[in-house]
């Protein structure tokens, strides 16, 4: 027989936590490498020259093709007073000749979530919370997945639940993106009970102290198991807007009987195919039989000699079934060492008059590395020059770990 050896609103949510789809569209492609840039917002435009810091900075943007953030793109007519742009320029030329302009996603002023109110094709605009947002062009529709890839107005709804980023524009506020989100999900309730009556349409089932439940059944609803009239119960269930509940899973309730378990800690005695005999080193106590099977785990690797401690469950007849034998690894006892030697050296610190404070660390005593604590009791006030007496433990590499150092 082999044994078993061995040796774990939520939308808004999701679109706060990710970059928007214009945001990752933020800085759109321009074709080919170009040689210096120029960043900033415009303060005026009087084509062909385009000026920056009221003046201070310029550029030539005839013949410059321009994209806006949305992925469209435009004209050198396009750019406005108010833009962040990005001008690709060639820095041999005088003055400064763009060759392409990118206009950066414009920072929007607010956000606006709620359900859509109206919405006017018109005119194109839409009304959330009360407000009349504008739409233009310019303004980025989608879902979190869907980015600009998605219509327009006309793929917006009344009733939809969206998000409007807008900025003001000549009194009005204009979208500057309007992301469409999924409805929240409804909330949950949980219920344990008796089942009471089945009907094709509801279930009845009596929760604590007594009270009844009506669950409403359909098509959407799972059960799992054959629950019957009397049966335990539980249900997952989700609160209709008519006040009732439509029940989305009910299942039996399993009832996991306890089975009493057993440690022990001896010394593996014997090992048989299917039985292992274990007892105390010492033989005070009578050698204990634990059956072994399949499912018992076997940790380390115990051999007849081999401490162990044992998880086993007491069988019908009187036995014990080994749920897992893990070996036991004892730490090596530790030596305790004494030896009288000079202090060749002591860490900083301390002193040597009364009130002195003793020397935290490593001293050499001899040839002795000796690690002296906080616990340590140093009696004496040592010095380097001075003969001590060390107690203390075998540490490793040959260090000994302080109890007592008395200067003698």
Known sequence: MKLLRTGFAAALFLLMALPSAAAVRRTPAVDGPQPASIEGMISSVNLPVVTLLGGLVSFDASGATVRFSNGTEGTAGDLEPGQRIIAFVDPASSPLLAGSIVVMEQREDVALTGTVEAIDTEVPSLKVLGFTVKVTGKTVFGGPWDGVGHGGLEDIAVGDLVLVMAMAGAGDLVAVRVMELGPSPMPTVRLHGVVESIGTESWTITV?????????????????????????????????????????LIHISEHVPSLPTERYSGIVKAIEPSLWTIGPADGATPDRLFTVDEKTKILGDPVVGDPVGVLARELEDGSFLALVIAEVFAAPPVAEVAFDGVVVSLPPGGGSGPGATVP????????????????????????????VHVEGLDGHGGSVL???VEKI
């Open 402 to 404: 302080a109890k007592v």
């Open 360 to 387: 935290i660390g490593t001293w050499i005593v001899d040839e002795t590395r000796v690690i002296v604590s906080r616990a340590t009791i140093v009696t004496g006030a040592p010095k380097v020059g001075d003969r």
């Open 208 to 248: 604590a102290e007594g009270e009844l439940k009506v669950l409403k059944v359909d098509a959407r609803t799972r059960i799992i198991g054959e629950p019957k009239v009397g049966d335990e119960v539980d249900v997952i269930a989700r609160p209709q807007a008519d006040g009732s509940l439509l029940a989305i």
